[in-house]
């Protein structure tokens, strides 16, 4: 949302850079308070770290009082996200297996855990190679790109590529399901053995 606000603020509603400034500062110390709040274990969730961010650009804007500054958000969230997810490809498990065993707590001990890791390795690769690019053409437009086509990549273009990779992902992972083995409940068993009718 936060490009869509700067796009409309500052490129079509033309508001002073100061203003916009203390509006994100406000902004991002109700992200702050509320993952301080909400926090359950010792790390804070990446919106506590997209908050802290906002918190800095909006107060490096009001003290440089430029409008470059705002615009430079998609970019620093392409960087921080790629480091997130590439720090854990050298501390594994690496950031999909994790996204994955807190949507199934089973997966550690399946017998398919090998092939969901490596799988879920290559898809975190997938997303480290989207930031790396996708960072690199967000700073194009704040460098050489106009308000239209900064506004039209980082508030459309970005979005559908996103859905795009989550689209394709999610039907390569249905495929890739039907080949993991999958544990056979005891229950499954029956307590007497088969007749065998000769």
Do not use: H
């Not at 991002?28 to 359950?40: D, S």
């Not at 430079?72 to 994955?100: E, S």
């Amino acid at each position: 949302m936060y490009p869509i606000l700067v796009f409309y603020f500052l490129i079509i509603q033309k508001i002073p850079i100061r203003i916009f400034s203390l509006f994100t500062i406000a902004l991002a110390l109700f992200g702050l308070i509320t993952g301080i709040i909400n926090k359950t274990d010792k790390k804070f969730g990446l919106s506590f770290w997209n908050s802290l961010l906002l918190f800095i650009i909006g107060g490096i804007s009001l003290i440089l009082n430029t409008n470059m500054i705002p615009k430079l958000f998609p970019v620093f969230t392409n960087i921080m996200l790629l480091c997130t997810f590439g720090i854990t490809l050298f501390q594994p498990p690496v950031m999909i297996y994790r996204f994955a065993v807190l949507a199934d707590k089973s997966i550690p001990n399946s017998p398919g855990q090998k092939q969901i890791a490596a799988y879920c390795y290559k898809v975190t690769v997938v997303w480290i190679v989207f930031f790396i690019i996708n960072g690199s053409i967000a700073a194009w437009t704040v460098f050489y790109g106009s308000d239209f086509v900064w506004a039209i990549y980082n508030n459309a273009v970005a979005p559908i590529l996103i859905g795009i990779i989550f689209i394709v992902e999610f039907i390569v992972r249905k495929i890739v399901q039907r080949k993991i083995p999958k544990a056979v409940p005891l229950s499954s068993f029956s307590q007497q053995p088969p007749k065998v009718v000769a």
